[in-house]
Every structure is written in structure tokens, then in C-alpha cells.
């Protein structure tokens, strides 16, 4: 499986992937025109680091890193994990995620953390075949909530 590190020429079909991604699941999107000249930007300064695949491109990973007072190492976000719809079941979303785990290592990230809705099973199954841990419900810890809000 292709998989390749996305390029601010690559930023329309980044925010193309993403603007479906958020159409696909009923969110709010600024529409692909808005999203490419964001993402240029941001992959340009380094702010993000995003991984393709596929030839189309089919699917992406996008990764944001902070430090981590508690380590004092880098964290990796997975904010996004998304593959086309017919391009689904077939190990793009694994090979995405194996490269985005290599990516963060390789910049230096000892941790990733990332979210999904509760009835995703099929993102829950590949982060839990992929050795994430769902901390909610453990008896090591106590159960997490995710919250935001708009400011």
C-alpha cells in the first residue's frame, strides 16, 4: 500500500479528503476551497504532518505534536484517519496508521493518543488491533471524557 507524506501541493486533495470525511459524517465543513488554503499553510510551517494513500489519494492521516510537560517528549494527535468509502476493507486505514505511528516516532513522539465516536466500530477495531488501549472502564484508571467547545 502507497502511502506518502503530503506536500503543500498536495493541499487540495487533502482538504478534498477532508471536506468528504466531514460531509460523510453530517459535519460542519468550510468547503475544499477554504480547507486547501489552510492546510497549505499549515504544512508548510509544519504545523501538521499528513500522510496519503493510495494513488487517488484515497486516504489520509493527519498528525499534530506538543510537548508533553509529564515526559518531557513529544505527543502525537492523530486528528484525522479517514479513507474513501470504496476504498474501505481493504488495509489502507492500517497502513495509514502503521506509517503515522513511524512518522511520530521518527519525529521524536514517545506517546499517541487519538479520538473516535462510540459507534465507529470499525475505527475502534483498528485502533485496538493496532495496540491503542481505550482507557474508559480500566481499573488502573479512572474513566476520560473528551469535551470541547467553540470560542
Keep these: 500500500m502507497e502511502v506518502r507524506r503530503a506536500t503543500?501541493?498536495?493541499?487540495?486533495?487533502?482538504a478534498r479528503l477532508l471536506h468528504d470525511f466531514n460531509t460523510e459524517f453530517g459535519d460542519y465543513t468550510p468547503g475544499v476551497a477554504v480547507l486547501t488554503e489552510r492546510i497549505a499553510?499549515?504544512?508548510?510551517?509544519?504545523?501538521?504532518?499528513?500522510?496519503l494513500g493510495?494513488?487517488?489519494?484515497?486516504?489520509?492521516?493527519q498528525l499534530q505534536f506538543r510537548h508533553s510537560v509529564w515526559s518531557g517528549a513529544l505527543d502525537a494527535y492523530l486528528e484525522e484517519l479517514y479513507v474513501a468509502p470504496a476504498k474501505r476493507s481493504q488495509g489502507m486505514g492500517k497502513a495509514l496508521l502503521e506509517r503515522a505511528m513511524d512518522a511520530a516516532r521518527a519525529a521524536g513522539a514517545t506517546r499517541m493518543d487519538l479520538a473516535t465516536s462510540v459507534d465507529d466500530k470499525a475505527?475502534?477495531?483498528?485502533?485496538?488491533r493496532c495496540g491503542f488501549t481505550n482507557r474508559e472502564g480500566l481499573p488502573d484508571g479512572p474513566s476520560m471524557l473528551f469535551y470541547e467547545r467553540d470560542l
Design 8 to 14: 503543500a501541493e498536495d493541499a487540495e486533495a487533502v
Design 41 to 51: 499553510a499549515l504544512i508548510g510551517q509544519a504545523t501538521i504532518l499528513v500522510l
Design 54 to 61: 493510495g494513488e487517488g489519494p484515497d486516504g489520509l492521516a
Design 123 to 128: 475505527a475502534i477495531g483498528l485502533y485496538e
